[in-house]
């Protein structure tokens, strides 16, 4: 667990049309991670980027790219996801049927598998795989579109998760995503996140510096 939690700004919420440049302005700003959202209609109702997206963010930053696979079919994808640059990749318990199988297809490319739980998901599906799981992406709002409202009752699932990683040996980081904002990182940082996206509320933010700060102090001061 890492003493501060790292910050992912999440390019959801980014302007599409100067991505570059807000991108280079949350890497200047000390974010940790670009967080990338794929969703393909199917499994959310909504559609995003692609591997051409992936690949031209990569270009423009040395930040670890941690891409969220929201799709029905997320193994077909794969091999492009990790040609395209991606330093994680993360599927959705609900979207794989064969989970085990596809957390190995993306680590025989060299890239960090992570698994993502919508917020009706038990704690309980992460059972088999949780020691073998690099990063566990926990969805603090119903996944498809930013800007919605962080729902409480996940910070349980929270605590729980981080009770499971604490007890084993698993490698695994602790990432929460939906709703994230300065009123509410501090009790997530509590319940034992490692890792915050946060879409609107940085790219929203009138300093992208000031609120990444923020949010780490809101972890620092838990802490003390």
Known sequence: MPSTPLIA???LSADFGRLAEAVSQVEAAGADWIHIDVMDGHFVPNLTVGPPIVEAVRKITRLPLDVHLMMTNPDTFIGEFADA???YL???????????RTLQSIK?????AGVTLNPATSVSTLEEVIHEVDLILVM???????GQTFI?????????????LNAGTSPGLLEVDGGV??????SIIKAGADVLVSGSAIFGSENFS??????????QTINV
């Open 210 to 219: 000031t609120t990444i700060q923020q949010m780490r102090a809101a972890g």
């Open 108 to 112: 025989e490319r060299s890239v960090k």
């Open 181 to 186: 904002n300065l009123q509410n990182a501090g």
């Open 90 to 100: 993360t599927v959705h318990v609900e979207a794989c049927s064969h989970l085990h």
């Open 85 to 87: 640059g991606a330093d």
């Open 152 to 164: 409480p009752s996940c910070l349980e699932k929270i605590s729980r998760i981080r009770h499971s």
């Open 9 to 11: 700004p999440s390019i």
């Open 140 to 146: 603090s709002v119903s996944p498809g579109f930013g």
